[in-house]
């Protein structure tokens, strides 16, 4: 109705009353194809393009060799994943960083919005403090922690000798080098999830857990069954952001073990990364891009859907 | 003494005839051969990799460049980067005039996809090379690496080949010999192993695949082949004993957290004075010689790797196909490999791919390291050409064998390991036939 309004008086304005309303419809059509058609053309280019002519990729055989005649060979190359060890291991890498992380950023991000939801002397300075790994460039940051863990000479190593602890190998080992990716990664993005979750505990309202305190429960249990059950959409939303970022970590690894020690800490992205451009088997590369997108894909479905449950429950 | 002032003029009048002969004949070379300005005003691009041999020639470009008025814009790079670069500009057909590839690394698949240019006809052509050029100086070894499957694709920059480093005075104290084989190496590496103190007996890479080219050596040097009847043999008897040896090596003699080691870690730690033994390209001498840069200058000296199957290698300039000014660049690239730049290098501690550096009483007659020059030359000779297996796929080859190394390093049980390897890289060469 108000969009009515608004054209009538558009109409009105550039015609002065003129147009009749057939003409006003007719404009209506036109704009309505032509305002959006600008965020249709970048989506177009920017999405539809680039995932469209991946999957073209994906079913041909294309290398530098042949790159002004890529073969058409169906799904040769998605057969080859199936059979690709090297393509198991790095989706099983995958899965098991990005649980990993997500399950300690989620932690350690509650834990400090909890933290600093109450009132302490240089809470803002802290906080701010404790900001600063998200900002920090993560090749610059790979670099530093590729210092501070050397095993021969680190900091890291140091410290643990100082405590009387046996140093460890960290990146340097096939067996610590993901956790350690994970410790990495936490470092740099648990404050992210802080952030989020503070924004949700700011939001609730107060009444329930004065009530709640009224009626004698421990701190505890308001936390466990009230702020918990409440805040349970807006971890949805910093989970469904982080996994899908965990899923296509690069930056971090590629920086400090480029996928070593051997192919300890080769991810997905990392081996198509690989197989793409130092080997330039583009054909295949694109056919692990699209399992890869898939896997993201319904992956962020998959927490969309359970977010909606969730605030349908709440 | 009519006679004696007629003899005495006749020797005058010919020695004068001889002396103006030459300084015309040398009057006509500067002036009329070979014209260095030919190509004045022109700008090439020229990409190429971080090296000691880099920093020496970017010191030296503003000669050439008033030599000639030509500007060289060089573009250089770290080798991995250099690599997807290149592959991605001479895809596109881009105006790279210059390039450098290892051959031994990426020249069979450059040459497959047709990014070489053969150079015969410019060093055949009078009047685009100087005469003082002199193609036949560059040592069989050298050309060897700057061509492939028979065609002469570029000129060598330098020629290196893997060496020992050790440090005598620890040696010494020890009493011990520098060790030529595998059971030697691993007694002195193992008596002098001291890592409560941060001393490790036995250096060397354990980084993947930048770990296979140096362990091509003991492969070939018990016995083993990256391929045997165009076949992979990465998991025969020999393979397998060079894997254990060398897992163990770095496992029980060298520093931890190996598998990470590339030469850029070793060097580090070889001159901070943490090492004993290391083998690495030759080229490395020159940081390790340098009191500026290292702290073992005095004390370090050279020898042919345990079991005396050294790799080479070199960096090798190119023109590709696409090149929009051929000539200009031609003149950059034998300027740059002069023998004049050659020796210079040479005097640097940089392998010259020239006899006459290595032969140039500048050079022999001043030779601050005599044990360098000896081991490099004896390494050169028995150089094998076999740092990598002669296919096109040699990236994803490394990588699945820097696997098995990094297995081996860790303790795995490398039989299984070796095993799933052999079956990637049969599968790898199917992909290639």
Partial sequence: MTQRVFWKQLSDFMGEGRFKVSS?????????????????????????????YTVWLSLHDLSPFNLDKPAWIGFENYATLLKDTRFHAALERTIYFTLGALALQVTLGLGMALLFNHDFVGRGIVRTLFLLPMVATPVAMSLIWMLILNPVDGVANWILKTLHLPPQLWLNSGKSVLPTLILIDTWQWSPLVMLMILAGITALPHEPFEAAAIDGASRWQSFRFLMLPMLRPTIMVALMFRSIDCLKTF????????????????????????TGFDYFRLGYAAAALVVFFTLVLSVSLLLIVLRRRTEAAA | ?????????????????????????????????????????????????????????LEELPAFEALTGIKVN?????????????TVELIAGSDIDIFGSMTIQEGFKYHQAGWYTTLDDLINDPTLTNPDFDFEDFSEGAISLATVNGDLIGIPTYSDAQIMFYRP????AAGLKVPTTFEETEAVAAALHDPDNDFYGWINRGKGAAATSVFSSVLYGMGGAWIVDGKPAINTPEAIAAFDWWGRMLREYGPPGA?????????????????????????????????????????????????????????????????????????????????????????????????????????????????????????????????NPHIVNVQPWRDVVGQVIVDAIEGKDIVASANAAQAQLEELLKQEQ
């Fill in chain 2, 169 to 172: 005075s620890i040696l010494e």
């Fill in chain 2, 1 to 57: 003494m009519k006679q004696k002032l007629a003899g005495f003029l006749s020797v005058a009048v010919l020695l004068a005839v001889i002396f103006s002969s030459v300084g015309v004949s040398s009057s006509l070379a500067q002036e009329g051969e070979f014209d260095w300005r030919r190509y004045e005003g022109t700008t090439i691009r020229v990409l190429w990799p971080n090296t000691a041999w880099t920093d020496f020639i």
């Fill in chain 1, 251 to 274: 930056d971090i690894i590629y920086g400090t073990t480029q996928g070593g020690p051997g192919f300890a800490s080769e991810t997905l992205n990392l081996y198509i990364y690989k």
């Fill in chain 1, 24 to 52: 006003v419809r007719r404009g209506q059509m036109i704009a309505s194809w032509l305002f959006p058609l600008p965020a249709v053309l970048v989506v177009a280019i920017m999405l539809a393009y680039p995932v469209g």
């Fill in chain 2, 259 to 387: 598998v990470n080691n590339s030469w850029p870690e070793n060097l580090q730690l070889f001159t901070s004075g943490k090492g004993a033994l290391w083998t690495e390209s030759g080229q490395a001498a020159a940081t390790v010689l340098d009191p500026e840069q290292s702290g073992v200058a005095d004390d370090v000296s050279f020898a042919v790797v345990p079991g005396g199957k050294p790799y080479a290698y070199g960096w090798v300039m190119s023109i590709p196909p696409s090149a929009p000014n051929r000539e200009a660049a031609w003149y950059f690239i034998q300027w740059a490999t002069s023998k004049e730049n050659s020796l210079k290098a040479k005097l640097l501690g940089i392998p010259a791919p020239r006899t006459s550096s290595w032969e140039d009483p500048a050079f022999t007659e001043n030779d601050p390291h005599p044990d360098l020059t000896e081991a490099m030359r004896e390494s050169l000779q028995l150089a094998m050409p076999y740092m």
């Fill in chain 2, 74 to 86: 060089m573009e250089t790079f770290v080798e991995d980067q250099l690599r997807q670069k290149l």
